[in-house]
């Protein structure tokens, strides 16, 4: 299976929490190829400081995740941020902003998904309001939380 991660479903593979199981199974598992934006790379380090921050995570666990995904990233397909992601993100925000309101991090991972993605290919999130948004437009998505979005 061809799986795009946006940063909510990566971080549980690097950081023990809730969902950790399901996206620990899509990653090691040898069949599937695994796509994330260049973004997630900025994200993942965003949310694990907020994390720290927070009390949720120990230093210690802090740095074991850090390098666990610096030791890990060259084995995802990094799509690039580009003019034609951030245009595609653009449209998205227009047809999907007002009502459904998807945000600009999430819309510039869904624009990137949205172009790279053939048949058969799934959306890998936690985000809800991200989800609907992905499965408005007609996208697989793989909650690992199990809710049905």
């Known amino acids: 299976m061809k799986l795009y991660f946006d940063t909510s479903a ?25 796509y994330i934006s ?28 850090l390098d666990g ?27 999907y902003g007002r009502h459904h309101g998807l945000r600009t991090l999430d819309a510039l991972h869904l624009a990137t998904f949205s172009l790279i993605s053939e048949r058969n290919w799934h959306f890998v999130s936690t985000d809800s309001g991200l989800n609907k948004v992905a499965n408005k437009m007609g996208f697989e998505v793989i909650n690992p939380l199990g809710s049905n979005d």
């Open 10 to 34: 990566l971080v549980k593979f690097f950081h023990v929490e809730e969902g950790t199981p399901v996206v620990s199974g899509l990653v090691e598992d040898g069949e599937n190829q695994i």
């Open 38 to 65: 260049e973004l997630a790379k900025i994200e993942f380090h965003c949310a694990l400081y907020r994390r720290c921050r927070n009390g949720e995570l120990e230093s210690q666990k802090l740095e074991q995740a």
């Open 69 to 95: 995904f610096n030791n890990q990233i060259d084995a995802f397909n990094i799509e690039r941020l580009g003019s034609a992601v951030v245009d595609e993100a653009e449209k998205l925000l227009q047809l």
